[in-house]
């Protein structure tokens, strides 16, 4: 059997175990002698309980090391074998049976009895060599629970407070973590559902191949919705991170704590300061876009504010002073069968990617959502002369790791002031409205100048006397739609009337384009070949894309 000194595993500071009541004088002078279980004595010891009785059923509630002095023993031993067996069966964490009292004639069987039956147990069974006082033990175990108790308590309430204060400072993941790892004296990774490192901290005995094939074998420790060691290769200790239903992540020990309670406690607040952090940080960006959104609605109203005041409130909401300001708008494509949901998140995303250019050429600006599908900027610039170079890095920037451009780009009229330049926004809208009609976009961004008819078109497309106009003449392939006259005659005006030229598209071969060209005719009631018919028929067809877009 194993003698005391020999046991591998230290008792663990701050949890009451059989090991450690081991090491008690009060114990110690007994010369202990461990017979069987040693494998579990660091089990936790609830109380210390003297019993003499073999019926402990109703005695003990688990936990719970018993102290005999095996009076029913019996003088061969025989009554072993039930104590130990009513003593494991009620859920004691150990026993330490002293039998010095009796003569050593009596007790030798008793104790070959004992050590016998403990040697067939994995149940922890220490043999008290020397007669010891279970009083002074019971008094000095009960005192140490009650101060282990009070230490757990302050335990708590400092890591409680400490990653309160966390929260209360805007800690960032980094921080978070690295605090995590310090208070249980082991590395943590933060992690996402896909198995990336967000954040880690090595802790006291750095390891170079802590995050070596992280992904692969962070996969084999299943995932788990409450604190605890998963179940795996590596039964890492972990927490999950986020609200219940929407995890984005988890915190690991990938390696062994000194205390699993202890560290459970710890990982548990960093989830939930992690957590928290994530939404504060959410709802303050939401609460940014709302107050900046707010602003330029404002602005964009016939009654809008004095011109200091809108200065003063642009800052608040980080627009640096200016000499000139530029009004953007981005107009999102229209993609067949997108949600108002899907149209949302494209938005939010675009106005993220813009900020963080923005913040990125070391500029400042008002950028917020005008309406589904539009984005509103007032560019703050530097001098006059800096706003086509500063908007075309910005309009390239964006464009960078995009498999397509999938938005149009208005911008209107520099202004000295906040103020006018947000009302430059309409004229942006407008721009960018026309521009989505184009089929090519070969400028990163557009004006009224480079939109030219369209752009006349755009601004007048609610006008009652222009949609007549543009219905009268395309009458005949209109009432109803005649979708390949429409687009026989878009493409015949494209090319400029000249009918070589568009037969030498391969569109249609010459005799059926002539023939196609005179039903076109009869169905217009009006003559191709005349400049001024083209000119009107070509202004209809602007109006009714500028429409259909």
Not at 70 to 92: C, H, I, N, P
Not at 516 to 540: F, P
Request: glycine share 10%.
């Amino acid at each position: 059997m194993s003698p005391l000194n020999t046991h591998p595993e230290p008792a663990v500071a701050g949890t009451l175990s059989i090991a450690r009541i081991l090491e008690l004088p009060a114990v110690a002078a007994g010369e202990p002698e461990v017979l069987g279980g040693s494998s579990l004595l660091q089990s936790p010891v609830r109380w210390v309980h003297v019993a003499e009785t073999p019926q402990l059923a109703d005695l003990l509630s688990g936990g719970e090391l018993v102290l005999t002095t095996g009076m029913t023993f019996g003088d061969t031993g025989s009554g072993v074998a039930e104590f130990l067996d009513q003593v494991r069966r009620a859920g004691a964490a150990g026993i330490i049976v002293e039998l010095v009292a009796s003569p050593a004639a009596q007790r030798s069987p008793a104790i070959e009895a004992l050590r016998r039956v403990a040697a067939q147990s994995e149940f922890p069974v220490v043999l008290l060599h020397r007669r010891v006082r279970f009083v002074e033990i019971t008094e000095v175990v009960h005192r140490m629970l009650v101060s282990d108790q009070l230490a757990a308590l302050e335990r708590s309430r400092m890591i409680h407070e400490v990653f309160t204060a966390l929260s209360l400072q805007n800690a960032t993941e980094e921080g978070i973590v690295a605090r995590a790892a310090e208070l249980i004296g082991a590395p943590v990774v933060l992690e996402d559902v896909a198995h990336l490192v967000l954040g880690f901290d090595p802790g006291p005995r750095p390891d170079a191949g802590l995050l070596s094939h992280w992904p692969e074998r962070s996969r084999r420790v299943g995932y788990l919705e409450s604190t605890g060691r998963g179940m795996g290769e590596e039964n890492w200790l972990q927490t999950p991170v986020g609200i219940q239903g929407q995890r984005w992540g988890r915190l690991v020990v990938p390696g062994e704590p000194g205390n699993d309670s202890d560290a459970a406690m710890v990982l548990e607040r960093a989830g939930q300061t992690l957590s928290i952090a994530r939404l504060a940080g959410r709802d303050q960006k939401e609460l940014l876009h709302q107050a900046r959104a707010g602003l330029l609605h404002e602005l964009r109203q016939p009654h809008a504010l004095g011109a200091e005041e809108v200065l003063i409130r642009a800052q608040a909401l980080g627009l640096v002073e200016s000499p000139h300001y530029v009004p953007v708008v981005f107009r999102l494509d229209k993609h067949r069968g997108q949600t108002p949901t899907g149209v949302q998140l494209r938005e939010r995303a675009l106005l993220d990617a813009i900020n963080a250019v923005v913040d990125s050429t070391r500029s400042t600006a008002l950028a917020a959502s005008l309406q589904s599908g539009q984005v509103g900027m007032v560019l703050g610039v530097g001098a006059k002369q800096l706003e086509e170079p500063l908007l075309e890095r910005i309009c390239r920037q964006l464009a960078q790791g995009q498999p397509a451009i999938d938005w149009s780009v208005g911008v209107g009229r520099g202004r000295r002031g906040v103020k006018e330049a947000a009302h430059g926004l309409e004229e942006a809208i407008q721009v960018a409205e026309t521009v989505a009609t184009f089929d090519t976009r070969a400028r990163p961004f557009y004006r009224f100048a480079d939109v030219r008819l369209r752009g006349l078109l755009a601004l007048m497309r609610e006008d009652a006397r222009l949609k007549s106009f543009a219905e009268a003449e395309l009458a005949g392939i209109l009432d109803p739609p005649d979708e390949p006259a429409l687009e026989l005659l878009g493409l015949y005006l494209k090319h400029g009337g000249n009918k070589s030229a568009l037969a030498r598209t391969g569109f249609l071969s010459r005799p059926a384009l002539y023939a196609r060209l005179e039903k076109l005719e009869d169905k217009l009631g009006v003559s191709l070949e005349d400049a001024e018919s083209r000119t009107s028929l070509h202004v209809a067809l602007l109006w009714l894309g500028l429409g259909a877009k």
